[in-house]
């Protein structure tokens, strides 16, 4: 017996193997001929538009050992998601050999994000003696730009925006040596072949180029200009985070009266001298996506207050690019460390600016100097912003480091394209088990921003071979990216598909966790386009993907000049009033501090239902709760009131306002002017307004969790998504999360999108998919 399992053992066979995820621009191919040549395989490895592909011959047990390392023990950047193997006849390989790519008709990879610049090329950076020292465009195969740079699969250096620079004799030899760390690294480059930086004036004269434009990129900051530095997936804003006159100049310059900046530190250590850090920020801060993290600020720090006027958490990140790292390198200089505001390059409204002459058109009169270079950006794409809730990432904005990794579905798909909403667009097409989820691309307001996000769905759909045969989009008729589907359809064989927006909320947050529902769903957000005609924004649905029944939601309310509300917060606070005994006669809200006759316009609009449709929206209960206890009357950007009015939150107040819940029949009506009436005789009676607000996001969580065991009582449903801008509230989040699970519910919360109107498209394309499946059957 021992004889015989020997002789199995040492037979030569053949093993063919596919793997598939994040697996091309990673170091996979020399991680596979290392591990191959460990073993004593022979054979080849490739790069192929269905994934890495590796034929290995040898015996039985190196061929397990090796399928089961590629499984294990990938590189520290690869996401392996499936490995397919077949045995097949040995053809008598002699040695191990990397081969050129392939493209196989149809088939797809996943593509890498954007990855942060390893310790390794930071070192080199720094490294007098190595020969790409201070070369902002160092990289290696574990590091530097991905999908910005990709224009087609596989990923190999003739198909990206490097595809120009002819490497030098030592790159090249770095770039086919298998066992160096640049092996294949798309991007390699050194100061004598790759990509060059300069500096410009305000109107593109060059003033300096190489090393010196970096030196005086930093002495113009330091003397309180402003420079666009163009990065990895775009240009930013810069200006020193330490000048109140430097960031009020780029707020004048940007027209960005209030929104918060994110700001850029050269080291951790820095951020924590200005910033409360939890581990779960140290670890984000320093992951290779280095996203803009959202930290509590000192109060006492050195931070202009300018920066994040009326919020205690401010936006920080590391540097992710050389470019950022010499910028806020300081060397063997002395003094308080540099930190820089890094905001998008874009006026109000546009995308983020990419390309060198198209920077100088949009951004000339905001900026002093241009930081340039010459490795061109295929695709635009923004810092990611998360935050850490419970210990676990929470997303608000995904871009850069993470997408396009898709989120992987329970089922397969048909192909589909879902447009997504329309502010904080992103889009989705989905093919097989993948959701390819876009990077941000902001609200579609403008032709500039139309004109992106069309080139950006036909890149995806190339990128990852989708030819979407259902095209999902919002009920709103006048949305931009409606009318794009409905475009879209003329003389093509599509099928349309219409999904109101909080019920693609709800399937969102159930599909990226993997259920198929029924849940009960918690949609709060500002407005979407309910299918009575009305504003919804305060939903519970009973849902999954095939469908919804609105089982409560908050009590109409007006909305008093339409769209003129949102920026208008203390419209708002005089449309809740008017429905309270008191709300004409009482001594506090907006009509003890605004002219009378815009009040009594707006008054005589709200009796009138002039230009007011109904609304149930939470998000504009926000408004007017801000606005009534004298933090916001008009806000500059979207949930400015609602932020200002969580900023004043005082954790240790446990007390809650009652509500009313009314409605023997789905839906159930919650009356708000039961707070609403509490918070004026708190107010009257001069309670702090830190009380009143966490009494207001209390009494939020309780009637969250009160419906939400009502519903799950009459249903048998225990399964709650919560989904929706509103529960981007950190401080209204955990509060319903403990309340919740008190109660024996299931809470579910978002992780891979946002959940605010970023992660609409992932739920339109699931629940398009669903019905399509469900006609079929």
């Known amino acids: 017996m021992p004889l015989e399992h020997d002789l199995e053992v040492s037979r030569v066979r053949r093993l063919r193997v596919v793997v598939r995820g994040i697996v091309q621009g990673v170091g996979f191919r020399p991680f596979v001929h290392r591990l191959a040549c460990d073993l004593g395989l022979a054979g080849f490895v490739l790069n192929s538009s269905e994934g890495v592909v590796a034929e290995v011959e040898g015996d039985e047990r190196s061929l397990g050992a090796f399928r089961d390392a590629l499984q294990k023990r990938p590189p520290p950047m690869a996401v392996v998601e499936t490995v397919e193997g077949v ?50 465009f160092i990289n290696c195969t574990n590091c530097g730009p991905r999908f910005t740079i990709i224009r087609d699969i596989p990923y190999d250096r003739p198909k ?47 003033l300096a180029r190489g090393d010196a434009a970096v030196s005086r990129t930093k002495a113009l900051l330091a003397d309180g200009k402003i420079v666009a530095v163009k990065g990895i997936g775009g240009f930013h804003l810069a200006c020193d985070a330490k000048s109140d006159r430097s960031v009020a100049r780029l707020r004048r310059r940007k027209q960005r009266v209030d929104k918060p900046f994110a700001v850029m530190f050269g080291c951790l250590e820095s951020v924590e001298e200005c910033c409360h850090l939890a ?39 590391l540097p992710y690019t050389p470019i950022h790292a010499l910028l806020l390198d300081q060397g063997e200089e002395s003094g308080p460390a540099p930190v820089l505001v890094m905001t998008s390059g874009n006026r109000a409204e546009e995308p983020i600016a990419k390309d060198n002459k198209e920077a100088l058109a949009r951004l000339g009169s905001l900026t002093d100097a241009f930081l340039f270079h010459d490795r061109e950006i295929h695709v635009s794409c923004d810092d990611s912003v998360t935050q850490v809730v419970e210990g676990r990432e929470v997303l608000r904005r995904r871009a850069r480091g993470y997408a396009p990794f898709p989120v992987r579905l329970s089922s397969e798909v048909e192909p589909v394209l879902a447009v997504g909403p329309h502010l904080k667009n992103t889009f989705c097409l989905a093919r097989d088990t993948y959701a390819f989820v876009s990077h941000h691309i902001g609200d579609l307001e403008n032709l500039e921003t139309l004109t992106a996000y069309e080139a950006a769905i036909e890149h995806f759909r190339n990128l990852f071979r989708v030819d979407p045969k259902v095209v999902a989009h919002d009920l709103h008729p006048d949305y931009l990216s409606t009318r794009f589907a409905l475009e879209l359809k003329k003389g093509r064989r599509l099928r349309l598909q219409a999904v109101q927006h909080h019920h693609a909320h709800i399937v969102s947050c159930l599909a990226e966790n993997g259920s198929a529902g029924p849940a009960i769903g918690v949609a709060f957000d500002g407005t979407g386009f309910g299918t009575d005609g009305h504003v919804w924004g305060g939903e519970f649905l009973v849902a999954d993907a095939l469908g919804f029944k609105r089982a409560a939601h908050l009590k109409y309310a007006v909305l008093p000049g339409g769209e003129a509300a949102i920026s208008r917060p203390w419209r708002m606070a005089l449309s809740y009033l008017s429905q309270l005994d008191q709300g004409v006669s009482c001594s506090v ?51 400015q009131a609602a932020m200002e009015l969580e900023a004043q939150a005082d954790p240790s107040v446990e007390e809650s306002y009652p509500w009313g819940v009314s409605g023997s029949r789905f839906p159930l009506v919650l009356d708000w002017t039961v707070p609403i009436a509490s918070v004026v005789s708190d107010l009257e009676a001069k309670v702090p307004v830190p009380v009143v607000s966490s009494r207001f996001h209390n009494s939020l969580a309780d009637v969250v969790t009160r419906v939400c065991s009502v519903i799950a009582d009459r249903t048998g449903v225990r399964t709650v998504a919560l989904s929706g801008g509103v529960f981007q509230n950190e401080f209204l989040l955990t509060r319903t999360l403990a309340r919740l699970r008190a109660r024996d519910l299931v809470p579910l919360t978002h992780h891979q999108v946002p959940a605010n109107d970023g992660g609409v498209s992932l739920g339109q394309a699931v629940v398009a998919s669903a019905r399509t499946e469900a006609k079929r059957r």
């Open 589 to 639: 809200g907006p009509a003890s501090r605004l002219a009378g006759s815009d009040v009594a316009a707006v008054r005589e609009q709200i009796e009138r239902r002039f230009n007011s449709p109904w609304t149930s929206s939470v998000g504009r209960l926000f408004d007017g709760i801000s606005s009534l206890v004298g933090l916001c009357d008009s806000s500059t950007f979207e949930g």
């Open 279 to 317: 581990p779960g920020d140290r670890q984000l801060l320093l992951s290779p996506q280095k996203p803009i993290v959202l930290v509590r600020h000192r109060p006492a720090s050195s931070i202009s207050r300018l920066v994040a006027p009326n919020n205690r958490t401010l936006g920080v990140m």
């Open 87 to 136: 045995f097949l006849p040995p053809v008598g390989h002699s040695s191990f050999t990397i081969e050129k790519s392939l493209d196989a008709a149809g088939e797809f990879v996943l593509v890498s994000p954007d990855i942060a610049t390893c310790p390794d090329c930071l070192r080199e950076l720094l490294d007098p003696k190595d020969r790409r020292y201070r070369y902002p």
């Open 160 to 206: 990206t925006t490097m595809s120009h620079f002819e490497m030098c004799p030592d790159c090249r030899a770095e770039y086919d040596d298998p066992v160096d760390r640049r092996f294949h690294a798309q991007p390699n480059a050194c100061p004598a072949c790759g990509p060059q930086v300069w500096l410009s004036s305000g109107d593109g004269r060059e």
